[in-house]
């Protein structure tokens, strides 16, 4: 395993690793969002509505934290290939306040497209996200 | 009003999305791919496609009462987005959303909502496969 700043050339090498993102899901962030997105789910901004729902806080949108854990490679590979696939399951709710933590790695590769595992994991060891993979492809 | 089980096939169209530069930007602002509004992105990013293919189709399936979804109950439980090719920014992608899946298992619905973005040659370039679960109550 290596964490590479970039990616540098395609195909990447198996094990290789992007730098890890970590950052705090505030209010503020899911809310901008929201914004951003459309998806205005109250389940997302009203902490009334989330406790009705039998949750403690309002907690962020899954594809909220699937972009930032897509973002993370993304960034990384932005000038030698772009994403064909994203694909995940989301098993755990990210309680606003939470600090969600994200990584991934080159599982396989060849010349037309590369896999990468995406790792998220919050504060008390929980996983938002399972089977979450991405494929990129070169430019 | 209860779910309809016989609700796979109902489509639902949207009106065309401009991968807009500005609105993208916000997006990478929110997921944190980006430091500020001014951000240089050569594509969009591959989850952008919830804000230009997903949502635009999604609040029709959630809100048909044909179809009876009980969203206050409703998870996000699968998501996946695929591409043909880099999709550029200022294209024109227009999305439309077909339940290809809807059962029911365990007290709780399982329902696959599938998405598909043509370009303006009317091919397909984008595809978002999604599956919501809700659990029933009692």
Not at chain 1, 11 to 32: N, W
Not at chain 2, 10 to 33: I, K
Not at chain 2, 110 to 126: I, M, Y
Request: charged fraction near 20%; glycine fraction near 6%.
């Amino acid at each position: 395993m290596s964490v590479t700043s970039v990616l540098s050339r395609f195909p990447p090498a198996v094990g290789e690793q992007p730098p890890a993102a970590r950052r705090i899901v505030t209010q503020e962030l899911i809310s901008s969002y929201a914004n951003a997105s459309g998806d205005h789910n109250p389940i997302h901004l009203d902490p009334t509505y989330a406790r009705k729902a039998g949750l403690p806080s309002t907690i962020a949108h899954g594809l909220l934290t699937l972009g930032m854990a897509c973002a993370l490679i993304e960034n990384w590979a932005a000038e030698t290939a772009w994403t064909s696939r994203v694909s995940c399951r989301f098993s755990a709710p990210v309680p606003v306040g939470d600090e969600l933590t994200c990584s991934a790695v080159v599982t396989a590769a060849s010349a037309d497209s590369a896999q990468l595992d995406l790792m998220a994991v919050i504060s008390n060891g929980d996983r938002p996200l399972s089977r979450a993979r991405v494929e990129l492809r070169p430019l | 009003m209860p779910f309809n089980l016989n609700c796979e096939g109902r489509s639902y169209q949207a009106a065309p999305e401009v991968l807009d530069r500005r609105r993208h930007a916000q997006y990478a602002l929110a997921v944190g791919a980006a430091q500020g509004l001014g951000d240089h992105f050569v594509h969009p990013l591959a989850c952008f496609a919830a804000v230009y293919l997903l949502w635009p189709v999604v609040p029709q399936l959630f809100s048909d009462p044909e179809v009876g979804l009980d969203v206050e109950h409703l998870l996000h439980g699968e998501q996946e987005f695929s591409f043909e090719r880099p999709l550029g920014f200022e294209e024109t992608i227009t999305p439309e959303g077909v339940i290809s899946r809807a059962e029911r298992r365990r007290g709780m619905i399982f329902l696959e909502f599938q998405c598909s973005g043509r370009d303006e040659a009317e091919e397909v370039a984008a595809r978002s496969r999604s599956l919501f679960v809700v659990r029933e109550a009692g």
